[in-house]
């Protein structure tokens, strides 16, 4: 029997175990060391398809229905709810156990040994505005975990796990900043081995840089911010929020698309000041392409962060239709949520009774840890403190599985 670190993220997934004394992570897909959290349910073959192909089959225009950072909805009342999927009745817990389980079989298949024990990466906190979620979150997960076949779980912060494979010696600050949420761990490491002093998080993520970004650079070419008219008379009013914000939502987008909806975004465009812009919002819903757009917002985001501008393809909604993000615009625009990772960071140094200047290095994993903005908040909380990135994608299930042979 083997015991699998696994690290369910929120964007991507990655699993690993100790292999001649080193952390090992397995391909759960060719020539690659992370697995898109992402379940395709395609309708046609009344299967469910994971990772690249379940995005490839979304992007193909396959009649089904796609999910992705299903982590997000942990703890909250979304989680247990039940709907139907292919002709039964499931709750997202239940998605998240078979994908969980796609996970382990593949992991099995892979080393050949019988795997139904786990040390699970887990946020400091799920919720940190909410101790009641975040305990609920946990407890939602390990269901998945157990109806997914693993016996045996445990759960370490994936900031913790990560200072587990950090080398290099002296007080450092992990910072992990991944699709969901900040997480911070403050650690001295000593000829290998780790102490840790404190950690602590934040609910705010990758997810929700690109749900502002959208919302700033897409959803006005559907509507955001549009007035519509009155049935009768001439007054005027802006198109309801609530709804832009869910299309915009890397977790909700699967549950927007109503045929209700889409009857009331065909009144919008017969009563609205520019017609055009609930034309394609229209056509946004009835062709479920919520999803493109957020990979489009995600795929400029990333640009724009290496340069002065990113470009977001819009064509799939019409043609030739694009948005920019430019650099400065986008730091703007993200400023406030680096604000706050930069002051938990502090915090946590504070938890420990430790001064800033007793920092020797911020670690940076993750992949929303490589943002200009972020990195530029950090700097200024720690200006004396040096800056490293780690493996950033799989520092935590490289932390997880050293852990795991430990336990």
Not at 155 to 171: D, H, M, S
Not at 196 to 213: E, M, N, Q
Not at 332 to 337: D, F, K, S
């Amino acid at each position: 029997m083997a015991r699998l670190g696994l690290d369910f993220g929120t964007s991507n997934t990655a699993a690993g175990l100790m292999a001649a004394g080193r952390p090992f992570v397995i391909p759960l897909e060719p020539e690659a060391q992370t697995l898109p959290t992402a379940v395709f349910i395609d309708f046609a073959e009344r299967e469910y398809i994971y990772g690249t192909a379940a995005a490839r089959a979304m992007m193909d225009g396959q009649e089904g229905r796609f999910l992705r950072a299903l982590k997000s909805i942990l703890g909250t009342p979304l989680a247990r709810e039940s709907r139907a999927f292919l002709n039964e009745r499931l709750t997202l817990i239940e998605i998240i156990s078979r994908f969980l389980a796609e996970i382990r079989q593949r992991s099995e298949k892979f080393t050949g040994l019988t795997i139904d024990s786990a040390l699970s990466g887990r946020p400091v906190h799920f919720h940190s505005a909410s101790p009641e979620r975040d305990a609920q979150a946990e407890i939602d997960l390990r269901d998945a975990y157990h109806l997914a076949g693993f016996k045996d779980v445990a759960f370490l912060p994936e900031p913790e796990a990560a200072a587990q494979a950090v080398e290099g010696n002296g007080r450092m600050l992990i910072v992990d900043i991944g699709g969901g949420t900040s997480d911070f761990t403050l650690c001295d490491r000593k000829d290998g081995k780790t102490q840790v002093l404190a950690s602590r998080g934040l609910r705010i993520g990758g997810t929700d840089f690109d749900r502002v970004l959208n919302l700033n650079h897409a959803m006005p070419l559907l509507g955001y911010g549009a007035q519509i008219g009155a049935e009768f008379g001439s007054n005027t009013h802006a198109a309801p929020r609530a709804m832009f914000h869910d299309l915009a939502s890397w977790e909700k987008i699967a549950f927007v698309y109503d045929p209700a909806l889409l009857r009331e975004v065909r009144r919008w465009e017969r009563l609205a000041q520019d017609p055009v812009l609930f034309e394609r919002l229209a056509e946004v819903l009835e062709a479920h392409l919520g999803h493109d757009i957020a990979y489009a917002i995600e795929a400029g985001k990333i640009t724009a962060n290496g340069a002065d501008m990113g470009q977001v393809d819009l064509s799939v909604i019409e043609r030739g239709l694009t948005a920019e993000i430019q650099n400065t615009v986008m730091q703007t625009a993200l400023q406030g949520y680096a604000d706050e990772i930069g002051a938990c960071a502090l915090q946590t140094l504070a938890d420990a009774n430790c001064s800033n200047d007793s920092v020797d290095m911020v670690v940076f994993v993750g992949g929303s840890s490589l943002m200009g903005v972020i990195k530029d908040a950090l700097t200024q909380a720690l200006p004396d403190a040096r800056q490293e990135t780690a493996e950033v994608f799989t520092a935590v299930v490289h932390g997880l599985a050293i852990a795991s042979e430990a336990q």
